[in-house]
């Protein structure tokens, strides 16, 4: 599979984005899907975690309330609905894939990454 992640910019603190992820080659439905986010000089972190039919979703402390994780099989593709966005949010933000019905909240764990999408938040 795979992924592209698209959707970041610029927005002031407060405000709004949603990321999206959309796999190619082979269908994502079967799959459990993942955000994770690196700081400028810090390590890759988990964000967010999606079960393959979106029925278990599971989100790091600093984003639980704000941020939704959420996917459409459909359209093979995944979403990371940020509100309340604050500055410390800024970030390269990735999607993440791997086969399994259940979620997963370690990198390792993951099979197959996008290319991140650099989000912005000004203060």
């Known amino acids: 599979v795979q992924l592209q992640a698209s959707g970041g910019g610029l927005v002031q603190a407060g405000g709004s984005l949603r990321l999206a992820c959309a796999a190619s080659?082979?269908?994502?439905?079967?799959?459990?899907g993942g955000w994770f986010r690196q700081a400028p000089g810090k390590e890759r972190e988990f964000v967010a975690a999606?079960?393959?039919?979106?029925?278990?979703?599971y989100y790091a402390n600093s984003v639980k309330g704000r941020f939704v994780v959420s996917r459409d099989n459909a359209k093979n593709t995944m979403y990371l609905e940020m509100n309340s966005l604050k500055p410390e949010d800024t970030a390269v933000y990735y999607c993440?894939?791997?086969?399994?019905?259940?979620?997963?909240?370690?990198?390792?764990?993951?099979?197959?990454w996008g290319q991140g999408t650099l989000v912005t938040v000004s203060s």
């Open positions: 999606i079960s393959w039919n979106g029925g278990i979703l």
């Open positions: 993440a894939g791997r086969g399994g019905s259940y979620y997963y909240i370690r990198q390792e764990d993951y099979d197959y």
């Open positions: 080659r082979r269908s994502f439905s079967g799959d459990a």
